[in-house]
């Protein structure tokens, strides 16, 4: 993918700042604590971009690798983990089929990333890279999108503003519907950036596929190599009864 946004790390991480990196990493640790089946020593953030979350699990001890298949992202990850004296491993790949030298023991994927995988083929072979890399008993955490079409707010243009020293970052996304019946809807995200008086201007519009609660589920068990654990509300790891189009669904490697 040819990303404007996604090769402005600097602004991409000013807009999205509101990522509570703290609460997330402590929602990470009751998910392990609650459904994990080994000690997690090794995380794998999928999808990584400034990944605040990854540099929380650094912080308390855990050996990070930020995948991404954006080399700017992944270059800011690295010096800003070298200010910090942090240890954050990197891998330049795409997410949808990749191997990792070594085993990891927790993934993750947040902000609807894995709308990234655009298509059910490589939804599976997204899964079948994630499983060959994953111990025995270890998690696999997807935050979705949240993906109810049927109420008008799914297609609402949402605008935010968030700023850091002298940096404004103004960012605007939408859905737009392009085929309902392949869920495929384009998703447009705009960042208008004031740099100290700068005015500068990044878009992306990219095709993505949504995939529904139980189409999911059976793409799970197509690929065979993990079992569902459910899904979950938003900052909980108590299982929702119900299904739900906003939701983090777990799945743990056989
Ligand atoms: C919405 S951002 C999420 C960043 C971060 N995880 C967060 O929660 O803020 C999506 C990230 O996915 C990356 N990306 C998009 N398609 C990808 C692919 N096929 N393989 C690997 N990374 C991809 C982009 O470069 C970008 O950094």
């Given at each position: 993918m040819k990303s404007q946004i996604y090769n402005q790390a600097k602004y991409y991480e000013i807009a999205f700042s509101f990522v509570d990196a703290k609460k997330q990493g402590d929602l990470f640790e009751r998910f392990i604590k609650k459904y994990g089946k080994i000690k997690v020593e090794s995380?794998?953030?999928?999808?990584?971009?400034?990944?605040?979350?990854?540099e929380e699990m650094a912080r308390r001890g855990y050996r990070t690798i930020g995948l991404d298949s954006s080399s700017q992202m992944l270059n800011y990850l690295e010096s800003k983990a070298s200010q910090n004296g942090?240890?954050?491993?990197?891998?330049?790949?795409?997410?949808?089929?990749?191997?990792?030298?070594?085993?990891?023991?927790?993934?993750y994927i947040m902000m609807g990333s894995i709308v990234y995988t655009k298509n059910n083929d490589l939804f599976l072979?997204?899964?079948?890279?994630?499983?060959?890399?994953?111990?025995s008993g270890g998690l696999y955490l997807i935050e979705n999108l949240d993906i109810n079409?049927?109420?008008?707010?799914?297609?609402?243009?949402?605008?935010?503003?968030?700023?850091?020293?002298?940096?404004?970052?103004?960012?605007?996304?939408q859905l737009i519907p392009k085929n309902l019946l392949t869920q495929v809807v384009m998703q447009t995200i705009k960042l208008e950036v004031d740099d100290n008086g700068k005015k500068l201007e990044f878009v992306d519009s990219d095709?993505?596929?949504i995939v529904a609660p139980e189409e999911f589920k059976l793409l799970i068990e197509k690929n065979g190599q993990f079992e569902?654990?459910?899904?979950?509300?938003r900052e909980s790891v108590k299982l929702l009864k119900a299904v739900s189009s906003n939701n983090i669904a777990l799945l743990r490697r056989k």
């Open positions: 995380v794998l953030d999928i999808a990584c971009g400034p990944a605040l979350q990854l942090l240890k954050i491993g990197i891998v330049k790949a795409d997410m949808n089929n990749f191997q990792l030298s070594q085993k990891i023991d927790f993934a072979s997204h899964l079948k890279s994630v499983a060959d890399c994953l111990g079409w049927a109420d008008p707010k799914f297609w609402k243009k949402q605008t935010w503003t968030m700023k850091q020293n002298k940096i404004k970052v103004k960012t605007t996304f095709e993505v596929k569902f654990v459910g899904f979950f509300e």
